[in-house]
């Protein structure tokens, strides 16, 4: 299978069920910002080493890719293959319990910090605001088509782990946080 087909090279697309689109258009943007997160994330996995954590960011790039799956596709009737994209509503669940179990183990937030810190505290800063990036290409297309409400709680829920985790790690290397 070659990696190039030519086909967007006029600014064009193809989505499941809708054939070809702008590259522009709210949904190819909405799940590009998600792909753009993964990315992010991946950069995020090159610099942890606690294994606890690489297990839950590959654990949340798995649940972006599902995601960024479902926006590409726009087909009313979903078929069998759909539904390894299917966001749980439990996955919600999970990253309020990883978000209260970080709060218990950082200082308690007194004022607002500037991003940074260690490494990977500094790629985990980076993520949370790639991540809302992406939540506001996905409210943007929610205001022009429906988009599963899972999709947007998961999103805005993944951008609070992800500033929790920032603290946690620079917390645990010894790196302060620098107050705004």
Not at 78 to 93: H, N, P
Not at 106 to 123: D, K, N, Q, Y
Request: aromatic content about 4%; overall charge positive.
């Amino acid at each position: 299978m070659k990696i190039y087909t030519r086909t967007g090279d006029s600014g064009e697309t193809g989505l499941l069920g809708a054939g070809r689109v702008r590259k522009n258009v709210a949904r190819v943007e909405a799940y590009g910002a998600v792909d753009e997160l993964n990315a992010c994330l991946g950069m995020v996995c090159a610099a942890v080493t606690d294994p606890g954590h690489l297990d839950l960011l590959a654990s949340i790039q798995r649940d972006l890719f599902g995601l960024g799956a479902q926006l590409a596709d726009v087909r009313k009737q979903r078929g069998k293959d759909s539904e390894k994209a299917t966001l749980a509503a439990e996955r919600v669940t999970d990253l309020e319990r990883w978000i209260d179990r970080v709060q218990e183990e950082v200082p308690p937030l007194t004022r607002f910090i500037l991003p940074g810190g260690c490494e990977s505290g500094a790629r985990l800063h980076l993520a949370r605001t790639v991540c809302r990036r992406a939540e506001r290409r996905i409210v943007r297309l929610a205001a022009e088509e429906e988009v599963p409400a899972i999709i947007l709680a998961y999103m805005n829920r993944l951008s609070d782990l992800l500033f929790v985790l920032a603290r946690l790690v620079n917390h645990r290397a010894g790196a302060a946080e620098t107050a705004w």
